[in-house]
């Protein structure tokens, strides 16, 4: 029950002249349960209900009956594709006048919702079941999900931005908030191009060179100008359980007979820098492509290895400090951000960057073991084609 319709109670309170203390009184309540019901910080159970209606000569309909409700939305799915099965939660953005739905599932199962997908049956009465669209019916006030700021990439770095902006003063209301969304660098870019995310964060090396391809950047993401900013640079390396009991000190020890190797999705940069890795080992890449376990970010890869269902994987440095993992170095990398250069003007990406050059954002970057010192730095500006 939202506190609106709690604050009837507070209404009919005062039109009788009563107290909080007075109503606590008559109804055996505490007088800061009084006052939590009329906040909306505690719904009453059905006694309490008929004693509080009881009191001030109303019925139970009429202090605490549910509004109507809202009127459906329909959105634009992203993700998932048209046979996969979604959740009821989704988080919702409007990007080029455009609303999009995410499901909360997987990692973002643990993000709040911005709307709840109507039921499949009430899909299918509004004819609403094509495989690109969901009708949703908004739990925040549009005013408010409009200003979402969706941000996809990787990096735990990327986390860790979100939450320092949603934590600022006035990220909430119509400033929206920034969702961050897991995705490969590939899939950023691609949801980049297609209108899907606001920010993609990136780091898709040369095979040969091992320096960022900005040519992937622009083959990825489109046609639009885009503007291209370093978050920091991070070391990518093996991940092994605490001790390195496997002795694995290169590329090359992933040719140990019976190694458990897990991988990330083709399309990320840590399955490119494994591949580069193997060829350089004089290893066949198809060590990467048979690997039985699939992993969709650098925790994961992590997570396989700390509970024992893998024996190594390719991943970052700060994932290793997370689950207490011992890190064998193959590569330091660059992780950038890439956003059309209009955004640039754009008062939440402006917030974004004000944040990410902050010292208190930086000495935490730092201490995942990022390297900062080119920190928000615009490293390149890609023309439209």
Not at 230 to 244: C, M, P, S, V, Y
Request: charged share 20%; aromatic share 2%.
């Amino acid at each position: 029950m939202a506190p609106l319709e709690l604050n009837r109670v507070r209404a009919a309170r005062q039109a009788l002249g009563l107290s909080q203390a007075a109503l606590a009184a008559a109804t055996q309540l505490s007088r800061q349960s009084i006052g939590a019901i009329e906040a909306g910080r505690a719904l009453p159970a059905v006694d309490v209900a008929l004693r509080i209606a009881a009191a001030l000569q109303r019925s139970v309909e009429e202090l605490f009956a549910a509004p109507a409700a809202a009127t459906p939305l329909v959105t634009s799915r992203v993700g998932g594709g048209a046979s996969a099965a979604w959740p009821g939660r989704v988080a919702l953005a409007q990007i080029g006048g455009q609303w999009l739905s995410y499901p909360l599932s997987g990692e973002a199962a643990r993000t709040s919702a911005d709307a709840v997908a109507l039921p499949v049956a009430e899909q299918a009465a509004q004819q609403r079941r094509r495989s690109s669209t969901l009708a949703v019916t908004p739990v925040r006030p549009l005013a408010e999900v409009q200003g979402n700021l969706v941000l996809m990439g990787c990096a735990l770095g990327l986390g860790l931005l979100a939450d320092r902006l949603n934590a600022l003063p006035g990220a909430s209301g119509a400033a929206g908030r920034c969702l961050w969304l897991t995705r490969s660098s590939s899939e950023a870019l691609a949801a980049l191009a297609s209108g899907h995310t606001h920010l993609a964060g990136v780091h898709l090396m040369d095979s040969k060179t091992g320096q960022p391809s900005l040519s992937d950047v622009r083959r990825l993401s489109g046609k639009q100008p885009l503007s291209v900013l370093t978050l920091a640079r991070w070391e990518a390396g093996l991940l092994t359980a605490a001790g390195n009991p496997g002795q694995l000190r290169s590329a090359a020890d992933l040719a140990h007979p019976g190694l458990r190797l897990v991988v990330r999705e083709a399309g990320s940069g840590a399955r490119r820098l494994l591949e580069r890795e193997l060829a350089r080992a004089g290893l066949p890449r198809s060590l990467a492509s048979s690997a039985p376990l699939r992993a969709s970010g650098p925790l994961q890869v992590a997570l396989a290895v700390a509970m024992g269902a893998a024996d190594t994987g390719v991943a970052t440095r700060d994932a290793a400090l997370a689950y207490g993992l011992h890190f064998v170095p193959l590569a330091e990398e660059r992780y950038d951000l890439v956003l059309p250069q209009p955004l640039l003007s754009d008062t939440r990406v402006q917030r974004l960057l004000d944040t990410l050059s902050a010292a208190p954002c930086r000495r935490e970057l730092a201490a995942l073991g990022y390297d900062v010192s080119r920190c928000g730095e615009r490293v390149a500006e890609l023309a439209a084609a």
